[in-house]
């Protein structure tokens, strides 16, 4: 698809080599028409949309796959690409109840080590008959300090109409991000655009044409489950994704692209393109297509209460608290209440954090955010994020933000930073107390990475409560230029295992630096 080399297997996992013959060798899965179909087919059980690893940690993770009809699924790991002594694991049925997708679950792994992994699909009525074995590998969190840690993190993907461009070679920011080699891949949602339809073509401004792949389902919004499952199935066409997903392990959550633009439980929609236009019906609708599609530890079938924020413990350097800021708001406002327990958290999950940063012994906490703290995004007349404009004390979802930073303080939290994406820029921010209208926290750092296939935005202005003062930005001057006028952007973050220094690098696609910031071990804040 396209004349750029990709980039060689590094270092630990040159074991791939195998892995990715097999799935180079898969037919590119249908474009069109989206589920598998329900009649019977004749051959054998095909994965065509690859594997995927998710929330892994010292001694567990998840492994993913999509059959193209009824199907067992089994899942043998080994300690080598040769599977010359295998632990096999028996999985779900897959069916079109879960479209076919199915998760299993693997524990006692051992700890800092490369586990290769490989996916058959077997007959429910004949297990001896199974199809061609899809391979993969992640690597376990380790529990010595001195490994060190490296992920990296991004999210806005198939956005503004920005979709799979095959004379670009589609997605290749993912081969950017393959070839560093990271232990883990933090997406900060906006995975989909349900509410994004992709054109076959769309006129740039110097008159280029770009060109979209395109499917039934996203030529218009989604409403219908099968439309949300389109939606995130429209990614895995993309042969760079599928090729990084069985690399790199995720650990993914959401914002309000799975949804709708700027959505707010019990928010009643005015979009003419909305038959359904009850916001809470579209959610549920694609929290279950987000569960089937991606391996998620808390949306198992059976999770009584599936839900999207966790934490993921990655040894003794750091802890990984994903947010969902989008399941528990209140409704967007001018934000200028002088109470608001909901916030953008809720209470409940508010509480979570807290009690769990306490806890913590993680080295370094990573608070993955799905939207900015500081950056003034808004919704109309409205406010999206947390901010509002007004530099003053702290007001409506700014309250719970306040709350939750002078608890750091009080209770002694080192080595938290705030990561996240949502604007379709990169930016690193530094909140300092001393220039802030609320002082009751300790200096932190929030960095700002994205989109990955999605439309470049201006900068946003900062909001002064919480005292940020931006210390790099890369934006364009205009909003939505696409994929081929502003380049993906993706951030590094890496931790030594010597020092415990972490370092994060803000990058572009191409791989180049754009700015990097190294911050020291064992502080409250920075």
């Known amino acids: 698809m396209s004349d750029r080399p ?74 080598t690409d ?83 461009n095959p004379d670009r070679g589609g997605w290749r920011v993912y081969e950017d991000m393959r070839a560093l080699d990271p232990d883990f891949f933090l997406c900060s949602g906006d995975n989909i655009y349900a509410d994004g339809p992709i054109l076959p073509s769309v006129t740039l401004p110097d008159g280029r044409v770009w060109r979209n792949v395109t499917t039934e389902e996203k030529s218009k919004v989604a409403e219908t489950l099968n439309e949300f499952r389109g939606a995130f199935r429209y990614n895995l066409l993309d042969e760079n994704l599928r090729r990084f997903n069985a690399q790199v392990p995720t650990i993914t959550q959401w914002d309000d692209h799975e949804v709708r633009n700027n959505w707010y439980p019990g928010q009643i929609l005015t979009d003419e393109r909305y038959t359904e236009k009850n916001v809470d019906v579209l959610a549920a609708r694609s929290l279950r297509a987000f569960g089937e599609y991606f391996p998620i530890s808390t949306l198992q079938p059976g999770d009584a209460d599936g839900r999207v924020y966790r934490v993921l413990r990655q040894g003794p350097l750091l802890d990984v608290f994903v947010l969902d800021m989008r ?87 080192t080595g938290t930073l705030w990561l996240t994406t949502d604007v379709h820029y990169t930016s690193a921010q530094h909140y300092e107390p001393s220039n802030a209208a609320y002082q009751d926290f300790e200096p932190f750092w929030e960095f700002v990475s994205g989109p990955l296939a999605a439309g470049g935005f201006k900068a946003l202005k900062l909001d002064g409560t919480f005292g940020p003062r931006q210390v790099f930005v890369k934006a364009p001057d205009r909003n939505n230029t696409s994929p081929a006028e502003t380049p993906p952007y993706f951030g590094e973050v890496e931790i030594d295992g010597g020092s415990g220094e972490l370092t994060v690098r803000l990058r572009q696609e191409g791989g180049d630096v754009l700015f990097s910031q190294t911050l020291q071990p064992g502080r409250v804040g920075q």
């Open 82 to 164: 040769t599977f010359k002594n295998v632990t096999r694991w028996r999985g779900p049925l897959v069916g079109p109840d879960t479209d076919f997708t199915g998760t299993t679950r693997l524990r006692g792994l051992p700890p800092g080590e490369q586990i290769h992994y490989r996916v058959r699909l077997a007959d429910p009525d004949d297990p001896r008959r199974t199809g061609e074995p899809v391979e993969g590998t992640f690597r376990t969190a380790s529990v010595s300090r001195r490994d060190g840690v490296k992920f990296l993190w991004s999210g806005d993907i198939a956005g503004q109409g920005w979709g799979i």
């Open 6 to 79: 990709q980039a060689p297997l590094p270092g630990r996992r040159g074991v791939l080599r195998g892995a990715l013959a097999t799935s180079a060798a898969l037919a590119l899965p249908a474009i069109g028409g989206a589920a598998a179909p329900a009649f019977a087919l004749s051959g054998r059980p095909k994965a065509g949309w690859g594997v995927q690893a998710g929330d892994v940690g010292a001694h567990s993770g998840l492994v993913w796959v999509r059959s193209d009809r009824p199907a067992r699924m089994v899942v043998e790991t080994s300690a």
């Open 327 to 413: 399941t528990y708001r209140n409704a967007n406002s001018t934000g200028r209440q002088t109470e608001d327990a909901t916030g953008i958290l809720g209470a409940e999950q508010l509480a979570w954090l807290k009690r769990e940063l306490s806890r913590s012994r993680a080295v370094w906490k990573v608070i993955a955010s799905d939207m900015p703290l500081g950056l003034v995004v808004p919704d109309g007349t409205n406010f999206e994020a947390v901010a509002q404009g007004d530099p003053g004390a702290p007001l409506g979802r700014e309250l719970q933000i306040a709350e939750l930073l002078r608890h750091i303080k009080h209770e002694r939290i």
